[in-house]
């Protein structure tokens, strides 16, 4: 027996948010719901991209559109 420890290589770090989400995912993703968020798409707030026909909203969207909310009820 070796009194050397094994070391196992390092994993490689995987980000488990997703990079971009449906509309039904940006809206768990962000507290809201699906129709804020249509809204939203609608008025330009959020700025959508497709994989096909489907709309997918990038997270960095999604983070500066909940940033740029009031921090106090209007």
Do not use: C, H
């Amino acid at each position: 027996m070796s009194d050397e420890l094994e070391v196992e290589p390092p994993q490689p770090v995987v980000n488990e948010t997703p990079y971009a989400f449906s509309i039904e995912n940006a809206a768990l993703y962000t507290g809201s719901s699906v129709w804020e968020i249509r809204d939203a798409l609608r008025r330009g707030d959020l700025t959508p991209s497709y994989r096909g026909t489907k709309i997918r909203i990038k997270r960095s969207e999604l983070e500066a559109w909940v940033d740029a909310m009031p921090n106090e009820r209007l």
